[in-house]
Antibody, heavy 128, light 108 residues
């Protein structure tokens, strides 16, 4: 079955960068979209960005643009989130998730997308 | 951005109760509405997609309904494992995808 396994917790200083990985297994990789969602302590879910490895296209939440990079390595079936110039308000659990839609099988966007599989989450703490 | 508003933000209920959570979008999103359940310290899990389709393995006591801008998640015969936080999510506009603020369901 599909599994998304994320890297471990990180503690970072303000102004530094962090990279979180999400390794997928159990299915093909490049023809699915992968999303990143974060959750600050005690707060709700915030969409951060997405990547579709087959197209190597990334999209980012407006408030994080300029600090956020999402990439994918097809050789290792891994997607990465890198966030720079860290602030205390970036402290959160970061989740990766995968779409249900195999773009090679269902190329159209006429059906709603949803996050069918989730990683276990990675806590990123930004503190001086 | 499409704003999603859930209500209530929290509620208390008893085992066996029927619970209804609503989610409203600030524009029509057709049926591009999903529901997730999140238990404390865990990743969210998909419950309902495309407004009314139950994800495989989800008990039939969960029911999603609605279209356009107004949606409902109903849980019949509440069970102990249902106490969690529930989020709606719209994927009609994918830049950005937005979530409701969550509804925390706890035991009365």
């Amino acid at each position: 079955q599909v599994q998304l396994v994320q890297s471990g917790a990180e503690v970072k200083k303000p102004g530094s960068s962090v990279r979180v990985s999400c390794k997928a297994s159990g299915d093909t990789f490049s023809s699915y979209s992968f999303f990143w969602v974060r959750q600050a302590p005690g707060q709700g879910l915030e969409w951060v960005g997405r990547i579709t490895p087959m197209f190597a296209i990334s999209q980012y939440a407006r408030r994080l643009m300029g600090r956020l990079t999402i990439t994918a390595d097809e050789a290792t079936s891994t997607t990465y989130l890198e966030l720079s110039s860290l602030k205390s308000e970036d402290t959160a659990v970061y989740y990766c998730a995968r779409s249900w839609r195999d773009i090679k099988q269902v190329p159209s966007d006429t059906k709603p997308d949803y996050f069918q599989h989730w990683g276990q989450g990675t806590l990123v703490t930004v503190s001086s | 951005d499409i704003q999603m508003t859930q209500s209530p933000s929290s509620l208390s209920a008893s085992i066996g109760d029927i619970v209804t959570i609503t989610c409203r979008a600030n524009q029509s999103i057709s049926n591009y509405l999903n529901w997730y359940q999140q238990k404390s310290g865990k990743a969210p899990q998909l419950l309902v997609y495309a407004a009314s389709t139950l994800q495989s393995g989800v008990p039939s006591r969960f029911r999603g309904s609605g279209s356009g801008a107004d949606f409902t998640l109903t849980i019949n015969n509440l069970q102990p494992e249902d106490f969690a936080t529930y989020y709606c999510q719209q994927t009609y506009s994918t830049l950005p995808i937005t979530f409701g603020q969550g509804t925390r369901l706890d035991i009365k």
